[in-house]
């Protein structure tokens, strides 16, 4: 029954979205233009990636508001060593390194002192801005042309960020939805303690979860860096909510273990094309906050349905 519910819920998400990109093409016809919509892709690939770990730690039952400041963490520290004559490859993996070390310490914090993952990772979202702002100096750090290929490049016709993207939300459906690993996480995220009471080392797969998920999170940071061409303490401003606001519009339940990586991935698509739309239509760009801002609002009411739907 319940995963009936949630490919009903995905399809009609994905009715939603084939109206909206109709109504808007109507509209504008540019809207529905292979440049466009290759554009759009290009636009959401990076939110994708970081969606796609975040869906993962909401289905565990828990959340990550640092993940935007991991981005500005690892991107300011890949550009610092470039600009220090480190050698890409070398700054590069010293960066997914680094990402996972902040998934270590968040899952380590929240694992093992069962404090609340909003509390904890709110607190870190703040220790790794700092770090960004140390790490730059307040400053932005060019690395321009010294990895292009990675968020400008293409492999044919695609953009290779957007093959990132492909690539990342092809794992990480199969990872939660055909392995034991998946299967554990849906587990925990519907009842921890029965999941613990069954053998389950919940704090381990806690911890594995929060070290897989800044993983990808790292990985999403080399994209965008590549893809600006510098680095500020900014950069990863805002994905924290955008990638949460796609999950829940996905139907991922923000207290665990119900939804799936399609549904959020259809989130990340429906955000996308809101935002392209708005550009399109020479909308301001603080109406696009405040069209975020209801959107996420509106999601949180729609996962409170469900959640009392569920324990009906």
């Known amino acids: 029954m319940k995963l009936k519910r949630t490919t009903s819920y995905n ?4 009715l939603l979205i084939i109206v909206l990109c109709t109504a808007i093409a109507l509209v504008n016809s540019v809207f529905i233009s292979p440049k ?55 700054a590069l993996l010293l960066g997914l390194l680094i990402g996972i070390c902040c998934g270590a310490l968040n899952g380590t914090l929240i694992a093992f002192t069962r404090a609340e993952p909003f509390i904890i990772t709110l607190g ?16 932005t750090i060019s690395v321009k042309n010294s ?15 957007v093959i990132v993207f492909v690539l990342i939300a092809a794992l990480m459906f199969i990872l939660l939805k055909y392995t034991s690993f998946g299967r554990v996480v849906y587990t925990i995220g519907g ?5 613990y009471l069954s053998g389950i080392k919940v704090r381990g797969y806690k911890l594995l979860i929060y070290t897989l998920n800044s ?17 500020s303490s900014s950069m990863g401003d805002g994905f924290e909510m955008r990638s949460i606001a796609a999950a829940v519009m996905g139907g991922v339940v923000l207290s665990g273990g119900r939804g799936n990586l399609v549904g959020g991935m259809l989130g990340v698509l429906l955000l996308g094309m ?31 349905v469900e959640l009392k739907r569920r324990s009906a």
Do not use: E, H
């Open 11 to 14: 399809i009609i998400l994905g």
């Open 36 to 90: 466009n919509i290759t554009n759009v892709f290009q636009q959401i690939s990076v939110l994708g990636v970081v969606t796609a770990g975040m869906c993962m730690v909401i289905l565990s039952g828990g959340i990550d508001l640092s993940v935007g400041s991991q981005i500005s963490t690892v991107g300011s520290a890949v550009a610092a060593m470039i600009a220090a004559q480190v050698p890409v490859w070398a």
């Open 124 to 139: 870190m979202m703040s220790f790794y801005r700092g770090f960004a702002l140390i790490l730059t100096k307040g400053m």
């Open 147 to 161: 990895y292009d290929w990675l968020g400008r490049g293409t492999l044919g016709d695609i953009p290779v960020p």
């Open 191 to 195: 009842n921890p303690n029965a999941a």
């Open 215 to 231: 993983a990808i999170v790292a990985l999403a940071a080399l994209v965008l860096l590549s893809r600006l061409g510098a680095t």
């Open 274 to 304: 809101i935002s392209n739309a708005l550009n399109i239509l020479n909308v301001p760009t603080f109406f696009q906050d405040v069209a975020l801002g209801g959107i996420i609002v509106l999601a949180v009411l729609l996962s409170k």
